[in-house]
């Protein structure tokens, strides 16, 4: 096989999903709207392909390999993350469903645009060149604009689209513009070669220290983090939930695949100066994450400080790898990133799950009250929310936990104890508004005067979707062994 085969066959499952997007844009305008379920089973068809093969790339997880001239790199640590991503997709698609039925949302290119944009994830968590990774991160965005904005009729939607827009077209240069500082200090956008030009050059370089500021702002309004998330509570409130869920979910997770390989592999000769950097938008991201989601009274907007906060627990890791001084430190830090969103994308994913099926006459139930007395009108549903909460707490014995335990860990043998103790009380504040929507839950009766009270949309896709992340968020937390193995072992492939 030439070169030029070998090169699209080791993209193949990137293809694979282009090609579906592609197949469900063009069909869209000649499917009926009562048969657009069509497009997402098509859809969920190609990923069930693509799990198949890169799952089977995964049989020896040492193998590193680059394509297109070095642009793109297969490696453990981009299979790791593209399962995540592809099983995250699956479920966001299903859970869509019943979730667009009921908001008579019949947009077929909705499941295309979905597509598209795992397609940038996909070329995020490959890239071994800077501009391909800028690349990957536009397609990304690009999709996620168009899908915050799907819900037409809502002004709060179309809001949220244009912020999300402007807000991530004036990163988006930002991050070009580091790019083209780093190109210009090393002569390559590569990330091996810039490892080998930078070397341990540091922050002396005054150039250097501009390319990397701008590179964690780019990359910081990704994955949420202080003082770059002022995005996030008006787009997760305002965008559909399904879309909100994918966003929380698979955008930071994908941003943080991105953002470790660049560090790790590009900048790791000087990461005892970057990890001083993050370590201080790691410890304002907890702050104000936490404490803002005190006074919220709409639960997606709860939950999207609480996403800023969990950037913020993740981003602990990384610090920690960036201050370890020998191979198994940064090795285990950089694993328990990988591990905490997985667990993260679990615990989310079910929680929006709930959300989206609650309706209130023909909206969505969104405010924290409205969840009054839910364990006796769905005893079911309220359990349901009461683990994710419990999880997304960090209460044994569940995901959210094992994920907190490992970062935690991680802090403490890179001989930062005290970020881990700071953490640890920041954990304990998030736990008061998480618990406080259990006890609207349970402790409280719901209004016999109220004349529509609120109902759930439910359906066997949106009941296997919480199946699924209730049974990831209780199997990982009583028996989380084989992910941390597979987690260490990706990150091995990393150089």
Excluded at 397 to 408: D, N, R
Aim: net charge neutral.
């Amino acid at each position: 096989m030439t070169s030029y085969g070998s090169d699209l066959l080791a993209i193949l499952p990137e293809l694979i999903v282009v090609a579906a997007a592609c197949l469900v844009l063009v069909l869209d305008p000649v499917t009926p709207a009562s048969r657009k379920d069509l497009l997402a089973w098509l859809s969920l068809g190609a990923l069930a392909l693509c799990i198949g093969l890169t799952g089977g790339q995964m049989s020896n997880v040492n193998l590193r390999l680059f394509a297109f001239s070095d642009l793109v790199v297969i490696d453990g640590y981009a299979h790791f993350w593209k399962l995540l991503l592809y099983s995250v997709t699956g479920l966001m698609i299903l859970m869509s469903l019943p979730y667009l039925k009921a908001e008579r949302l019949h947009l077929g290119e909705y499941y295309g645009f979905t597509l598209l944009s795992l397609a940038g994830m996909m070329v995020m968590v490959s890239g071994a060149d800077l501009l391909t990774i800028y690349l990957g991160t536009e397609l990304m965005s690009l999709s996620l604009y168009v899908m915050a904005g799907l819900k037409r009729s809502s002004p709060r939607s179309l809001e949220a689209s244009a912020k999300y827009f402007v807000l991530g077209a004036f990163s988006s240069g930002l991050l070009l513009y580091g790019i083209s500082l780093l190109y210009g200090l090393t002569g390559s956008t590569k990330l091996t070669l810039i490892a080998g030009s930078v070397g341990t050059r540091g922050f002396d370089d005054p150039m250097l220290l501009i390319a990397t500021i701008l590179l964690v702002v780019g990359f910081g309004f990704k994955l949420a983090v202080v003082p770059f998330h002022m995005w996030t509570p008006d787009v997760y409130q305002g965008a559909p939930t399904s879309v909100t869920a994918f966003m929380a979910v698979a955008s930071k997770a994908a941003s943080f695949a991105a953002f470790l390989r660049i560090f790790v592999e590009g900048l790791g000769g000087f990461k005892a100066d970057w990890s001083n950097l993050l370590l201080l938008l790691c410890v304002v991201t907890l702050l104000l994450g936490n404490l803002v989601a005190i006074v919220q009274t709409n639960i997606k907007r709860m939950l999207a400080y609480s996403s800023i906060a969990h950037a913020g627990y993740a981003m602990i890791g990384l610090v920690a790898a960036g201050r370890s001084m020998g191979e198994s430190g940064s090795t285990s830090g950089l694993a328990s990133v990988m591990l905490y969103l997985t667990f993260y994308a679990f615990m989310t994913l079910g929680a929006f799950a709930v959300i989206g099926m609650f309706r209130k006459g023909s909206l969505e139930g969104e405010e924290i009250e409205d969840f009054t007395g839910l364990a006796k009108r769905q005893p079911l549903a309220a359990f349901l929310m009461l683990v994710f909460m419990v999880s997304l707490a960090g209460i044994p014995p569940t995901a959210g936990f094992i994920g907190k335990f490992y970062v935690f860990m991680a802090a403490v043998e890179a001989g930062l104890t005290w970020l881990a103790v700071v953490a640890l009380i920041f954990a304990a504040v998030s736990a008061y508004y998480y618990m406080r929507v259990v006890m609207v839950m349970y402790m409280r009766e719901p209004a016999a005067t109220v004349v529509d009270p609120p109902r759930l949309v439910t359906s066997p896709a949106l009941s296997f979707v919480l199946a699924c992340a209730v049974a990831g968020v209780i199997i990982f937390g009583l028996y989380p062994n084989p992910l941390v193995s597979l987690a260490l072992q990706s990150v091995l492939s990393l150089k």
